[in-house]
């Protein structure tokens, strides 16, 4: 695709030089200032971590402020340590099984021709069509009415089970993607030069794949970290990040949520630009 | 996984991506744990909750349900929970308009004007929403908030009716909005960004007027993106109850979610009714996307 913005061949009159040129600013600036309010609340989060409050870290309290002693001491604030550990735990166990059922149901449902792929088409997709809250409710009700008699209690591990089930069905819409827009003759190629299926596989498709594979799991672990909705219908007494601050609210959030929040975000910006980078270091010239 | 391997890279052929091979037991095996997952976590609750729905109370015993088929359930939680449910819609409907209206220009900028700057942009779009959702909506109640910034100049101009933008609509649909905002620049993006920017070009050697290029030619090669993005924002956007809670009032703003939570957790009998409210948002949303799915035929979203 040749580069957008560059003008290319054919010389335009005028007026329609005028126009394009508004039309180019107009695009543009109404993109920046978007961009701009999509982080005048991430703004708020970082300004408000240095802030030397006294009782609620809601106003904004000049003596003493900006102070760094919330970020000198991020677990300062009780439970707030401890969530985050949670999330991140809930994070990569509900990322591992979701990454690997959701690829294994993505292969089988594009490349094999059975009885019943369109339930399956059905089954994956209509997950993301539910309402978090519904999603949320059903398991709740399931947990209390009928798993608690084989001893599954409320907690930990009822997260995990109900971020699987929603991170399942965004895996398998990625690498679904994904591997319907392989080349087959790739696979071709390799079968010509005598490799046999496994190597086929794993020397083709296989690395082919696992972009999005890559992106699947990211995507399974930004969504499984940040659930507030489902998480709060079926964790008990258990507390993830999202919760603590939504618990804390009533009391007045610690700035140490502040703190981990900008962090995460500035963590996840760091990996985003390094995996583009990297990527680029590798793509061919 | 030899067996996957075999068949996966089989006589796979030039037929293009969707090339399904030979009848085996293969794909099943694939299948098997990620559908018994589903059917187990995701298919079994939605049947009890709908059994749920339709369950009674023991008269004097709040909180114990015997298995029943109370239909009368749906009719009373529908009338008495009536508005909720129409806000819902409602703020939903406004939230998906105005995101639409926010993320067409990005997208359309993105795909036609960043040139190199389109990752940056990308990583700006994604990145604030790695800060939790829920920091982030309690910070726009700050933001929003009678003695903040917005409200003050906006009173000062004596713009705002009621003179407060928390605790009113206008707050929680604003923070629908924003939440659900890359939903719908994502898969607009996407789409525009399948567009030959030659066929725009002709486009404008056809009409002379840029307004009708944009809405003849470009608007109508990015609906599928607008369609996708309508509904990854409508559907979560209907079934929220963080941004009424934390940005609305306790009375006049309260979606179905909210009724739904409170019937669960704060209402002692509250089940049956907090199910008969989800079951039938999931089926009034379930017939939306089926019907806009056919009626549009963006059958690529299946």
């Known amino acids: 695709m040749s580069a957008p913005g560059e003008h290319t061949t054919y010389v335009p009159s005028m007026g329609k030089r005028l126009q394009g040129w508004l039309a180019h600013r107009f695009a543009m600036i109404a993109a920046i200032l978007v961009l701009l309010y999509l982080f005048v609340p991430v703004a708020y989060t970082f300004a408000f971590s240095f802030n030397n409050y006294r009782k609620s870290n809601i106003t904004w309290n000049p003596e003493g402020s900006p102070t760094l002693k919330h970020w000198q001491n991020p677990c300062g604030a009780p439970g707030v340590c401890e969530s985050l550990v949670k999330s991140i735990q809930i994070g990569f166990i509900a990322t591992l099984v979701a990454t690997v059922l959701g690829t294994l149901l993505a292969f089988a449902l594009v490349r094999y021709k059975f009885i019943g792929r369109s339930a399956g088409n059905m089954l994956t997709f209509i997950p993301m069509a ?36 929603f991170c399942l069905s965004f895996v398998v819409v990625t690498v679904k993607a994904r591997v319907q827009s392989l080349d087959a003759r790739l696979e071709e190629a390799a079968q010509d030069l005598y490799a046999g299926p496994g190597a086929t596989f794993w020397k083709v498709t296989f690395p082919l794949v696992l972009p999005g594979i890559v992106g699947a799991a990211m995507l399974s672990f930004s969504l499984s970290f940040d659930d507030f909705i489902i998480t709060n219908f079926v964790s008990g007494s258990e507390t993830t990040f ?29 990996l985003v630009i390094l995996a583009q980078v990297i990527g680029n270091a590798r793509k061919p010239k | 996984m030899s067996a996957l391997a075999h068949t996966a890279a089989g006589p796979a052929g030039p037929a293009g991506p969707d090339t ?33 729905s339709l369950q ?42 105005f995101a639409f ?25 994604i990145a604030p929403f790695f800060t939790s959702f829920i920091l982030r909506t309690i910070a726009w109640r700050q933001i929003l908030a009678d003695e903040g910034p917005v409200a003050s100049v906006l009173n000062f ?47 404008g050697d056809l009409f002379a007027n840029g307004f009708t290029t944009f809405r003849t030619v470009t608007l109508p090669m990015s609906m599928p993106g607008v369609l996708a993005g309508t509904l990854l924002t409508f559907i979560p956007a209907a079934g929220d109850y963080v941004n009424a809670e934390l940005l609305g009032s306790d ?9 739904i939570e409170s019937q669960f957790f704060k209402v002692p009998g509250g089940y049956p009714t907090a199910a008969a409210l989800s079951f039938t948002l999931m089926a009034l949303i379930l017939a939306l996307v089926f019907v806009y799915v056919r009626r549009f035929g963006t059958d690529e979203l299946l």
């Open chain 1, 130 to 165: 539910t309402p978090e809250i519904v999603l949320g409710a059903s398991l709740l009700t399931i947990f209390v009415q009928g798993f608690s008699n084989v001893g599954l209690r409320l907690g930990f591990w009822t997260i995990v089970i109900a971020h699987i089930v």
């Open chain 1, 242 to 270: 999202p919760k603590f601050v939504y618990v804390s609210y009533l009391r007045g959030i610690p700035a140490q949520a502040n703190v981990i929040g900008f962090s995460m975000f500035v963590i996840a910006v760091t």
């Open chain 2, 20 to 52: 399904a091979v030979r009848r085996s037991w293969v794909p099943y095996l694939l299948l098997l744990p990620g559908a018994l997952w589903l059917l187990v976590f995701f298919v079994v609750p939605l049947v009890q909750l709908f059994t749920v």
């Open chain 2, 56 to 97: 009674s109370q023991f008269p004097g015993y709040p909180g114990y349900y015997y298995r029943d088929l109370n239909f009368g359930n749906y009719w009373s939680a529908l009338t008495e929970f009536a508005p909720h449910f129409g806000r819902s819609l409602l703020f939903a409907g406004l939230a998906t308009f």
């Open chain 2, 101 to 125: 209206a926010l993320s067409y220009p990005l997208a359309y900028a993105m795909a036609f004007k960043a040139g190199r700057w389109r990752g940056l942009m990308m990583i700006c779009i």
């Open chain 2, 157 to 203: 101009l004596h713009l705002l009716p009621g003179g407060h933008i928390t605790e009113t609509w206008m707050a929680v649909v604003a923070g629908l909005t924003y939440n659900f905002l890359p939903f719908m620049v994502l898969p607009i993006y996407a789409s525009l960004e399948r567009v030959d920017p030659r066929v725009i070009e002709a486009g």
């Open chain 2, 251 to 259: 009375r006049s703003t309260k979606m179905v979610g909210n009724v």
